[in-house]
Antibody, heavy 119, light 106 residues
Framework: QLQLRESGPGLLKPSETLSLTCTVS??????????WGWIRQPPGKGLDWIGSLYYSGSTYYNPSLKSRVTISVDTSQNQFSLKLTSVTAADTAVYYC???????????WGQGTLVTVSS | SYELTQPPSVSVSPGQTASITCSGD??????AFWYQQKPGQSPVLIIYQDTKRPSGIPERFSGSNSGNTATLTISGTQAMDEAHYYC?????????FGIGTKVTVL
């Protein structure tokens, strides 16, 4: 059973860089049929796609966040990571990692991790 | 940018049918996907490619998509179906989510 788990700091100050890692177990991040993505959800609000990548390293991002986002992969660790620079309170959210089985939807989600940006 | 519109809330009596709409420009030309999210939990895929149910999703959940509107139907709604439901589509290399619909089982 494929599982994903997010990890990283839960509290950041404004202007810092958010760094999260998603560890994939029960499957390979190098699967040629899968993409891997990050989605966030501000408290009490809806889902907001951040970006996705393929194991080869190719990426695509939400245009509204593109200037601040980098998603990368470490196939040796079966992990992929999210970096979001210059965070503000508006970046406070639960951050999820998820798998896309090649056709533009998410079929497996991590449990999510809350990241709070506060001075 | 592409937008998906959902009603903020839908109420339904136990055993009745709930219909949740998701509207977007020519949405019927794309695939629609639906997720269920209960408080404190991660989203769960319940409908993919307009009408398909992943393994383990009850048959009372069904989907359709035509024209500008995709619809999630919950037949014989149960108390456990009370949750937020999000539609999602893929447009111009981006994932687009609707704002979500809170289904209340009265």
């Amino acid at each position: 059973q494929l599982q994903l788990r997010e990890s990283g700091p839960g509290l950041l100050k404004p202007s810092e860089t958010l760094s999260l890692t998603c560890t994939v177990s029960g499957g390979s991040i190098s699967s040629t049929s899968d993409y891997w993505g990050w989605i966030r959800q501000p408290p009490g609000k809806g889902l907001d796609w951040i970006g996705s990548l393929y194991y080869s390293g190719s990426t695509y991002y939400n245009p509204s966040l593109k200037s601040r986002v980098t998603i990368s992969v470490d196939t040796s660790q079966n992990q992929f990571s999210l970096k979001l620079t210059s965070v503000t309170a508006a970046d406070t959210a639960v951050y999820y990692c998820a798998r896309s089985p090649g056709d533009n939807w998410f079929d497996r989600w991590g449990q999510g991790t809350l990241v709070t940006v506060s001075s | 940018s592409y937008e998906l519109t959902q009603p903020p809330s839908v109420s339904v009596s136990p055993g009745q049918t709930a219909s949740i709409t998701c509207s977007g420009d020519k949405l019927g030309d794309k695939y629609a996907f639906w997720y269920q999210q209960k408080p404190g939990q991660s989203p769960v895929l319940i409908i993919y490619q307009d009408t398909k149910r992943p393994s383990g999703i009850p048959e009372r959940f069904s989907g359709s998509n035509s024209g500008n509107t995709a619809t999630l139907t919950i037949s014989g709604t149960q108390a456990m179906d009370e949750a937020h439901y999000y539609c999602q589509a893929w447009d111009s290399n981006t994932f687009v989510f609707g704002i979500g619909t809170k289904v209340t089982v009265l």
